[in-house]
């Protein structure tokens, strides 16, 4: 039974800077992949940002320069910082999780970027 927790989300105003975290727990197996993603009113949800088990990154280039994804392997633990946020990145972030063959996703926690 695997849980994907996601933490940190909250209200912040544009300009200023939010830390994601993503917890996996209840596995067997190794990690393959961790990544965000981001679902606003009215919009498809798309993908953010995407770390690898052997560290390959990868962003959207609506967040490239401004968030930065990391892993801490340890602790199964994915984290996504996001600074200089804009009121276009308000949505509510999901993490996913890739094992061999099969992906979780968590609930999501939301993002409000307004002033």
């Known amino acids: 039974q695997v849980q994907v927790v996601e933490s940190g989300g909250g209200l912040v105003q544009p300009g200023g800077s939010l830390r994601l975290s993503c917890a996996a727990s209840?596995?067997?197996?190794?990690?393959?992949?961790m990544g965000w993603y981001r679902q606003a009113p009215g919009k498809e949800r798309e993908l953010v940002a995407s770390?690898?088990?052997?560290?390959?990154?990868a962003y959207a280039d609506s967040v490239k320069g401004r968030f930065t994804i990391s892993s801490e392997n340890a602790k199964n633990t994915v984290n996504l910082q996001m600074n200089n946020l804009k009121p276009e990145d308000t949505a509510v972030y999901y993490c996913?999780?890739?094992?061999?063959?099969?992906?979780?996703w968590g609930k999501g926690t939301l993002v409000t970027i307004s002033s």
């Open positions: 996913r999780v890739w094992f061999s063959g099969v992906s979780y």
């Open positions: 209840g596995s067997h197996f190794s990690i393959y992949a």
């Open positions: 770390i690898s088990s052997g560290s390959n990154t």
